[in-house]
């Protein structure tokens, strides 16, 4: 069974990278829509929902509520023990993944199209009457208790940890998205079970699906599933918020011969008009991983750092711009004025012509990737949705890049990077950064 599914889930690669998808946008007979994609040539099914609220709605003091909720739901539910549930999953080669995020939950069900009733009717149960029986709530907390430790002894955990306290203060982005010791002890089967009661509404939700199945048999299956969740949800969603930035870098001192930096600033919306210039630039300057212009000129050319790179963030409260780098702890204070300095200069002089073009042929030609499965493109249905993007966004994506101007760029630039107040958090042991060291 193991091998079929993955010979499936190559050819579906092959044929969904021949062209972009035929979205059909279903109504049920209950009123739930779903963006779908027909794809008879393949006997299996992909669906994936998302509802809108994450860890950013965990309650002050149960940090981690949503990340241990989720991991919970197919640990027993309806008349299923744990073991039952997972047995009944393995028995016809069921997927059935949560997981929550900032903000949002997502599920993902993928099943071969002769077991999509019995795959429907187990994600039912998960949605509708989740168990969060003790055996599996003690097994997670005790994983979660020593990931939480593990991360005390890791810097980027510390370093992330503290760039979100510092950029957010009290908004809920600024609090722990996984547990901590202390609050997984307050963290009980009353609370698991009220997230759940809480987030799972039809009003909050969004699907998408990919396979062989009619739209009319797919209807039936999605009503069946989703059709008894409350009309909408009570989950409080965070407000929005500008990231904090600062004149004077964070050093949380750590004993470890390389310092971890992580630095950030007010970044640019995704429903913002210049995203795509954004994106294009993003690439260009530090997303572009070895081809980008921070990795050619502070480690290729001087080996200043192990890696250092930038992204933009476009959270639903806040839009955030933030980069990254390892380094010796000698270099720190070198490594961060070239960064500072890369950044001013694209700010001043934009970008070169060849720079535009390779960004360009790069993020078009890079796009189809991201639709190589069935639950690929169930996911990039949901992510269109509840960006609120038109169904031909996958046919006008490279246009929308194309499209992108030095005039586009010069602007997004002068917007994003002609500031020297970026939020800068160092944790290590960093020399030639010649402030106070401040506790974290």
Known sequence: MRKLIVALLLVCAAVSAQAAPKIERITTPLGIQVWFVREPAIPMLALQATWRGGSSSDPVGQEGLAQLATGLLNEGAGDLSADDFQTALQETAIG?????????????????????????????????????????????????????????????????????????????????????????????????????????????????????????DLARLVDASFGALPAQPTVVLPAPVVPKTATQPVVIPFPNPQSIVIFGAPGIAREDPDWYAATVLNQILGGGGMSSRLFEEVREKRGMVYSVGTQLSPYKAAALLSGSLATSNAQVGDALRLVRAELLRVAKDGVTDTELASAKSFMTGSFPLRLTSNAAIAGMLVAIQNTGLPPDYIEAYPGLINTVTQADLQRVAQRLFARDDYLVVVVGQPAGLEIPKQGG
């Open 96 to 216: 059935m993944d949560f997981g929550t995020e900032r903000d949002y939950t997502t599920v993902t069900l993928r099943t071969l199209t002769q077991h999509r009733a019995r795959a429907f009717d187990l994600l039912r149960l998960a949605l509708m009457a989740p168990r969060f029986d003790d055996e599996p709530v003690q097994r997670v907390k005790a994983q979660a208790r020593v990931s939480y430790e593990r991360s005390r002894a890791n810097p980027n955990a510390l370093a992330g940890e503290r760039f979100a306290q510092l950029a957010y203060g009290d908004h809920p982005y600024g609090r722990r998205s996984s547990p901590s010791a202390d609050s997984l002890e307050k963290i009980d089967r009353a609370a698991l079970a009220g997230f759940a009661r809480a987030l799972f509404a039809r009003g909050n939700l969004v699907i998408g699906a990919v396979g062989d199945v009619a739209p009319e």
